[in-house]
């Protein structure tokens, strides 16, 4: 799951939990004594999704289908993929969102950890959350992180796949989702 799928299950929780499920990528390490606790909780919470959807079957199934060359990077494009999904759920291509103004806000005042510092300011100046609800942006925002990794652009090459593979990959997606919602949303305060 990426940010959308992160701030919609940490929406229930206080605006430092909020933050910190949309920051987790950016803290490295088990050592989260320099944060604050409900931030240190909101990291926690972010690694718990992640941890879920990367070992669920669902997902595990759809790695397979992959096209072998790129499949070690079938997890990334796949946290943008079902971004795609959630906003397109939630209607982001029709309506501004609160959830959406509150992490951007969040993200606006609050330093982002130095691996997200540059990325940060560009999620929330392109609208990349509701930008997620139309397939053609997700892929070029797929393309976009593949250019940031070393080497050949990995990322890239999974684009034909995941166009050709659309309907599959919502069909996974219906699944995958209740099943995270069940085990891992944060419960309205």
């Known amino acids: 799951m990426n940010f959308l799928a992160h701030a919609w299950l940490a929406r229930g929780g206080s605006d430092d939990f909020l933050y910190g499920n949309l920051i987790?990528?950016?803290?490295?390490?088990?050592?989260l004594s320099d944060w604050d606790a409900a931030i240190a909780a909101g990291i926690r919470h972010h690694r718990r999704v992640?941890?879920?959807?990367?070992?669920?079957?669902v997902v595990l199934a759809v790695?397979?289908?992959?096209p072998r060359a790129q499949r070690r990077y079938a997890?990334?494009?796949?946290?943008?993929?079902?971004?795609?999904?959630?906003?397109?759920?939630?209607?982001?291509d029709m309506r501004e969102s609160?959830?959406?103004?509150?992490?951007?806000?969040?993200?606006?005042?609050?330093?982002?950890?130095?691996?997200?510092?540059?990325?940060?300011?560009?999620l929330v100046e392109q609208d990349w959350l509701h930008g997620y609800a139309d397939f053609a942006f997700t892929c070029r925002a797929i393309r976009g992180i593949g250019q940031r990794l070393s080497g050949p652009n990995r990322?890239?090459?999974?684009?034909?796949?995941?166009?050709?593979?659309?309907?599959?990959l919502e069909a996974d997606f219906r699944r995958l989702?209740?099943?995270?919602?069940?085990v891992l949303e944060f419960p309205d305060p």
Do not use: C, Q
């Open 50 to 57: 992640d941890a879920f959807v990367d070992s669920h079957p």
């Open 75 to 92: 997890g990334i494009a796949l946290d943008l993929v079902w971004d795609h999904f959630i906003a397109r759920e939630l209607g982001l």
């Open 155 to 168: 990322l890239a090459d999974l684009v034909p796949w995941l166009e050709a593979d659309y309907a599959n």
């Open 177 to 182: 989702w209740p099943a995270v919602i069940d």
């Open 24 to 31: 987790a990528d950016g803290v490295k390490g088990p050592d």
């Open 98 to 122: 609160a959830l959406v103004a509150r992490s951007y806000r969040l993200l606006a005042d609050r330093p982002a950890p130095a691996r997200l510092a540059t990325l940060m300011p560009v």
């Open 63 to 66: 790695r397979e289908r992959a």
